[in-house]
């Protein structure tokens, strides 16, 4: 009689035992999971709505018209225009008047004219490239940079610059996408659009099942900040490689600075939403273990040892 219930009360112990095994293994893996979408979810939501909205981006674009790197590409980038278009026209300038023309441009980006100019041309800009992205047809984007001529040729006029009336202003539409990118472009911003939505709820919705499916749940949620704290970092540093390896493929390496300058504008967002996630997922998991330390001092006894009052451990039973 004593040998049976001794065999029946181990074979229940062994069934609890996998099953509590089982649970924390399949509460792992949905844990894991949730903090892998996480930081892509929160990139998804970047691309999807950070970007693509023009007034978000003419926000974070305005800053760089005081940029001194962004300036200085800005006047190269449209004074040659101006001397090339000056060039072809019927009346080209003197020699002598090239070098007034850069430095009218370079004058003229220091100016609110200049400011004004800009966020019209971004503004034009993102709308185009926005509204190819939503229509089908194959035309090349491009933008109008008459606005920006018309206002150098009026800030040399105020300067009494010789010649300043024989610039030109003519509508020159400058490529900024090639039609046979934009079937590419499409389908991604169509994948974009739909995991902005389900990445971060997939994740959040992982974790919670995770959560609730693990034997000890305050372990879980531990687990899970600390995970989400390692996916904010990750994020960070995929910014950060991103950013080379942008910078590593320019063409003109003197550019570099100017498109520093824009990449950092643009992933301000992206590198504020990382350090969030890092601060979210390590004041979480110090919550967690405040707490639980502080609920073991109040149900220990006076006097009592620190390794005697483990919760959950059984005294082991001789027989």
């Not at 879980?220 to 910078?247: E, K, N, P, Q």
């Not at 570099?256 to 997922?281: C, E, I, K, M, N």
């Amino acid at each position: 009689m004593a040998t049976t219930v001794t065999g029946t009360t181990t074979h229940g112990v062994t069934t609890a035992a996998v099953s509590r095994r089982l649970r924390n293994a399949f509460s792992a893996a949905l844990i894991a999971v949730s903090c892998l979408l996480l930081p892509c979810g929160a990139l998804a939501v970047w691309a999807a709505y950070g970007l693509t909205d023009t007034g978000r981006y003419v926000a974070a674009m305005t800053p760089l018209a005081s940029d001194p790197a962004v300036r200085d590409v800005v006047a190269e980038t449209v004074g040659d225009g101006i001397l090339r278009e000056a060039a072809l026209g019927r009346h080209p300038l003197h020699a002598e008047v090239k070098p007034f023309v850069h430095d009218a441009v370079r004058s003229f980006t220091h100016t609110r004219a200049f400011h004004t100019a800009w966020d019209a041309a971004n503004e034009a800009a993102h709308r185009a490239v926005m509204t190819a992205l939503h229509d089908d047809r194959a035309d090349d984007v491009s933008v109008d940079l008459a606005p920006v001529v018309d206002g150098i040729k009026r800030q040399l006029a105020a300067d009494h610059a010789p010649f300043a009336d024989r610039i030109p202003v003519t509508h020159t539409r400058v490529a900024l996408l090639p039609a046979h990118d934009l079937v590419t472009l499409r389908k991604g911003y169509h994948v974009l659009d739909v995991a902005a939505f389900w990445l971060p709820l997939t994740a959040v919705l992982l974790a919670a099942a995770g959560i609730a499916l693990a034997a000890c749940r305050r372990r879980a949620l531990t687990a899970t900040a600390l995970g989400t704290a390692l996916g904010g970092a990750l994020l960070g540093l995929a910014v950060s490689l991103g950013r080379r390896l942008t910078l590593a493929d320019l063409p003109d390496q003197t550019h570099r600075p100017a498109a520093a300058a824009v990449y950092d504008a643009l992933t301000t967002t992206l590198r504020t939403a990382s350090w969030l996630l890092v601060a979210l997922g390590l004041t979480t998991a110090a919550a967690t273990w405040l707490t639980h330390r502080a609920r073991l001092a109040r149900r220990r006894p006076a006097g009592t040892p620190a390794h005697s009052a483990r919760p959950g451990k059984r005294p082991r039973i001789e027989v």
